[in-house]
């Protein structure tokens, strides 16, 4: 009976760790223990080789670990304000604008960095415009 107990204990450990709407912990950690892990064996593999090496190390080991932070977090982030995003456009009750937006969201993925910022942006204030409009076009079409 312990042993069921102690893999019910650990199986909610890792669900509870890989949920999107907080993070994904278990993925973060996993992102920063590779750049940690690269952050200490670079320069010691470089090292080993000599000074030249070494310091190329360090500077390769110091660029993925910061790589894999602001990955890590970036990551985390997106992931939380995509499940908030999730959450907020089903309480809207507006199952015409959900359906537009996923399909939207399914067609439309960002290539990189910068243009998941820019359709991030540009999603926000399609949004925001549809809120607004929303206000002054509903109670009108339900007269």
Avoid: C
């Amino acid at each position: 009976m312990e042993h069921y107990t102690s893999n019910i204990k650990s199986n909610v450990l890792k669900f509870i760790g890989s949920t999107d709407l907080l993070g994904n912990p278990t993925d973060f950690v996993n992102t920063l223990g590779s750049g940690a892990r690269q952050f200490y064996y670079a320069p010691k593999e470089g090292f080993m080789e000599g000074p030249l090496q070494g310091g190329l190390g360090l500077l390769k080991g110091t660029g993925s670990l910061v790589s894999h932070t602001l990955g890590g977090v970036s990551g985390s982030v997106s992931k939380i304000t995509n499940t908030l995003n999730r959450g907020v456009l089903y309480l809207s009750a507006d199952t015409e604008y959900r359906q537009k937006k996923e399909i939207t969201d399914i067609k439309d993925k960002p290539a990189g960095v910068m243009d998941g910022v820019g359709k991030g942006v540009k999603g926000f204030g399609k949004s925001l415009w549809s809120g607004i409009s929303g206000i002054v076009t509903q109670p009108v079409r339900g007269a």
